[in-house]
């Protein structure tokens, strides 16, 4: 079966500090990969996806890039970050289809707040 | 941007009581889905409904859709306290970009025992 991996789940950064959110899925090859963004009562924002190593999409111009390195690992930077960039980042994967993606699977989350 | 809209922004029901929550959306779309988040969670998917289809039913969950009015409902039956979460509707696109999968702001629903 495929699990899904998100890590840290807790991080307190200062503003211009740098910062790495890693994501890694199990169990499938190939998958699309997805960062959201959640702020505090609201819905969620996409912010990249993925559907091949070295293929990133960004949906919002801002202070954040994304890798993937590996076919199942997707990882979200910054190199200094902004009091904006607080909030609640899910990693998420579907299998890759031709066509509208079916199913997300999303991590359990990582809780950023920069002071 | 905003795709999906879910409404009410948040309802408040008692345990035993349907909860109905309404998603509309802007653009054609070939599949509209419906998640679940318990607080300070993932997401969990519930339910998907292609453009093709009507209604849906999955458990207590029973899912509609009205392309010509670009709208969907989740109603959950008989609701139970461990219902209590926010619910979202999930969209892609039919022109293009067809990877991505957008969602709403969703609806709290709170189940009091």
């Known amino acids: 079966s495929q699990t899904i991996h998100q890590w840290p789940a807790t991080l307190v950064q200062p503003v211009g500090s740098p910062l790495s959110l890693e994501c890694t899925v199990e169990?499938?090859?190939?998958?699309?990969l997805y960062w959201y963004r959640q702020a505090a009562g609201r819905g969620l924002q996409l912010l990249f996806y993925?559907?091949?190593?070295?293929?990133i999409s960004s949906e919002v111009p801002q202070n954040l890039s994304a890798s993937r390195p590996q076919d199942r690992q997707f990882i979200l930077s910054s190199k200094k970050l902004l009091l904006s960039d607080s909030g609640f980042y899910l990693c998420?994967?579907?299998?890759?289809?031709?066509?509208?993606?079916?199913?997300?699977?999303f991590g359990e989350g990582s809780r950023l707040t920069v002071l | 941007s905003q795709q999906g809209e879910e409404d009410p922004q948040a309802l408040s029901i008692q345990e035993g009581e349907n909860a109905t929550m309404n998603c509309s959306y802007k653009?054609?779309?070939?599949?509209l889905q419906w998640y679940r988040q318990n607080s300070g969670r993932g997401l969990v998917h519930l339910i998907l409904?292609?453009?093709?289809?009507r209604e849906k039913h999955s458990g207590r969950l029973r899912v509609t859709l009205d392309t010509s009015k670009k709208s969907s409902s989740l109603l959950i039956t008989a609701s139970r306290a461990a219902d209590t979460a926010s619910y979202f509707c999930?969209?892609?696109?039919?022109?293009?970009?067809?990877?991505?999968?957008?969602f709403g702001k969703g609806t709290k629903l709170t189940v009091n025992p």
């Open positions: 998420a994967w579907s299998f890759h289809l031709s066509g509208s993606p079916g199913e997300l699977f």
């Open positions: 169990g499938t090859s190939n998958p699309n």
């Open positions: 993925s559907v091949g190593i070295g293929q």
């Open positions: 653009t054609s779309i070939n599949n």
């Open positions: 409904i292609r453009s093709n289809e």
């Open positions: 999930a969209t892609d696109s039919q022109w293009g970009g067809s990877e991505k999968l957008v």
